[in-house]
């Protein structure tokens, strides 16, 4: 450590350089068997899982995901555009909706109106604290949202009192409501114009049927619309 002080001296710097730390190298990790054995048993259960999930998904609710991709690309054919909320990891599912259509899935094309609404954290605080949390969405589909454009509402449990009010928000912007959720009936898969309902009681396996049912959305959409490329879609009014 005497030749760095040493040289902080020569540059003038004194004492106000602090001396430098080597960081310890990191021991080797001891791969025990029964993590491997956890592991293996977990990837068979949710293997069984989401095979059945996805089976009963295709079976029950094929059109409804038809119907839903016809009418999203209805609304960016028409000039409209899609906004999308949820909370926690249904949150973070609307944004990953909004990042395929404004980015891409899978093919090079114009980019689609989506936002959402849960990105915007100063508008989201402001909008909790002078009104209320459960206003967060509404407020701001009251701001955004044009008759003929689409609110996404992503919930498991379909119980989401932010979401419920945001529904009735879309409903008197003369929007149309597309609602993810679980396997349950609930207040939200009632109230929306169109619902898929991942089959699965299951949280995580529900999650998991909805990032499926986001990217064949995703799919169709993008061949569609790409399809015809030049009419002015994808323009965000």
């Known amino acids: 450590m005497a030749h760095i002080a040493r ?17 310890a190298p990191v021991a080797p990790v001891t791969l025990r ?55 926690g990891g249904s949150a973070a599912q609307a944004q990953h909706f909004a990042g395929e259509f404004v980015g891409r899935f899978k093919r090079e094309r114009a980019a689609y109106p989506m936002l959402s609404l849960t990105v915007d954290t100063s508008i989201i605080t402001a909008i909790a604290n002078d009104y209320s949390y459960h206003d967060v ?9 044009q008759p003929g454009d689409v609110f996404v509402a992503i919930s498991t449990s379909g119980k989401s009192e932010n979401l419920l009010r945001g529904v009735r928000a879309a409903h008197e912007c003369s929007m149309t409501v597309i609602a993810l959720t679980g396997e349950r009936r609930s207040p939200l898969g009632q109230r929306a114009d169109l619902t898929i309902r991942a089959p699965s009681a299951d949280t995580a396996i529900a999650q998991e049927l909805h990032t499926l049912i986001v990217h064949i959305l995703c799919d169709i959409a993008e061949r569609e619309l790409a399809a015809g490329a030049g009419d002015g879609q994808g323009r965000l009014r």
């Open 7 to 23: 040289a902080a001296r020569e540059e003038g710097l004194g004492a106000s350089v602090a001396p430098v730390v080597m960081a």
């Open 33 to 87: 068997p029964r993590y491997l054995e956890a592991v293996s048993a977990a990837m068979s259960a949710r293997r069984a899982a989401l095979d059945a999930a996805i089976e009963e998904l295709e079976l029950r609710h094929s059109q409804i995901i038809a119907e839903v991709a016809a009418l999203l690309i209805a609304t960016v054919r028409g000039g409209g555009k899609i906004l999308a909320a949820g909370n």
């Open 137 to 145: 969405f509404a407020r701001q589909i009251e701001a955004l949202g």
